[in-house]
């Protein structure tokens, strides 16, 4: 059945202009919120659905300039044999070279035929449906699609409320089942006419005063009655629409009292069955009412693990979900983005090294911008001071920025986790030790690329930055800390093992003795802050190598007095917080 090749749209809602060459199989929108992930499936719906008329509104138009038509442009492909009749589409027929991602005029060898579906809606706010073609527009010829092809092509889709479809209505998936009918006009008119009866025989005695004041009153004015009046139900009210059969489970109980996610779960495998004659699927916010291992077995079922050039569902659909993310391939995935006056549908296929990162942070591609941190500590770090900065000062978190942090897991893996995001439009900055430097090149091509460094002073690691920039009470705290989770005796080790080569000894109480009653040469003060930071890094049993501890340090001891700390320290956090404020 035929499938999207390509959709156009100009001035609806927030987006001016906007066009798309969607994939075969799944095409899942991704991008922050307000991004017109969801206007983009209104469009599909609103171009090739099977309506005889939409209502527009001023609000429908691109900054409500309705002196700027709305323009919706759907390019179908894989077209049925109806579709592809000369005595009726002829004149409408067009070539696709899907290579070049061009439209020609005519068909020919080589390219694929396909039907161009506009949807205009002018300041007089009426929606005019028709088929697109230079020569037929030459020749003064205006056609649309035949209603049936219409009804046959218009896209399933599935939101928060799903009734409609577990209905036989015109254009329900159970419609696009079979050709099968059930007629039950002449059981529910015989239905209606006993239910009338009955209810009046049994009217009669429940509403006597009601009726004999009405009786009165009628013989009273002459109005004729023919008789006696009667309480019956009203023959207009008893009306049995379209939908009157619907699903049932084997209790009589109506399929659409089932859960919001049990419903999305059907329709999309009903749909998957009446792929043959309905291909195209719209699903708004996936995850809507879906465990995560739902999420899994709903996207199974629209076949997001099967060879896309043979998928037999063409979905477009819109996520917020991790879950979502981790399941898909990059090249299901597509970022909704927009500069100036134009948005931009960005292919993940194109991006290298990318599947990795989306597999272990998806969570950062639901974001607008990305820190990309060299480890845990450095994780744990910035969201503790943001915890105590957003809570004291009233400014915005980064996350309510928008600000994803990201675990690159080590130095040399830092770009190969920025770059693909950056790559693909994120906004995205690194924050490093400086201990050890990572890949030069890679370096220089992030920043050439408008990626933002922040790292701590020369040969620093995080370690090193704080112990060597915070207060002497800060010190104290974060050793008395460090035994609260590893013990007295370990720690006691660890400063024994990095000074071992000294003249004397460190230990907890000359630790005691300098930074707390403040006792000691300048020298013994210099290297007690050394030994203390080599002995938080030590390989067998690091004091701080996880995002809960260093979150702990960052927004109990150091952040209260942050503005004390040594001059660069606070310079690399508070640029670090300047660039992510600038996100809003």
Known sequence: MAKIRKIEIQNFRGIKSLEWYPSNGINCLIGHGDSGKSTLLDAIDMCIGARRNINFYDTDFYNLDVQNPISITIILGSLSDDLKKLDTYGEYLRGFDSENKNIEDEPRTGLETVLSVNLSVGAELDPIWSLLSERAQARGLSSNLKWADRVRLSPTRIGNI????????????????????????????TAARNVRT???????????KALDAVKSTTDELGIPTGGDVKAMLDAHSISFSSGVISLHDANGVPLKNLGIGSTRLLIAGLQRKAAESSSVLLVDELEYGLEPHRIIKFLDSLGAKEDRAKAPLQVFMTTHS???????????????????????????????????TIRRFPEAFLGSAILVCEGASEVGFIRGLDQYRSK?????????????????????NIYKRALPLINAGYRVAVLRDDDKSPDKDAEESFIDKGGRVFSWQEGHSIEDAIFLSVSDDEIVKIVDYAIKIHGKELIEDHFQTVSQNSKKIFSIADCEKIFRQGEGTDKEWGDAKEWISAASKTKSTPWFKNVSAMEYIGRKIIAPNLSESAPIFYQTITEFFSWAENNA
């Open 322 to 356: 991790p879950t979502v993310l981790r399941e898909l391939a990059k090249e299901q995935l597509y970022i909704l983005r927009h500069d100036d006056d134009k948005h931009h549908c960005i292919y993940f296929g194109e991006k290298d090294d990318v599947q990795g």
């Open 162 to 189: 799903s009734d409609y479809n577990l209905s036989w209505r015109k254009g329900s998936i159970l419609n696009k089942l079979s050709d099968e009918t059930a007629d039950a006009s002449l059981e529910l008119a």
């Open 198 to 208: 009955e209810f009046g025989e049994s009217a009669q005695k429940q509403l006597v």
């Open 392 to 412: 004291t000062t009233n400014s915005p978190s980064i996350h309510a920025l928008g600000v994803c942090l990201v675990d690159a897991g080590g130095v040399d």
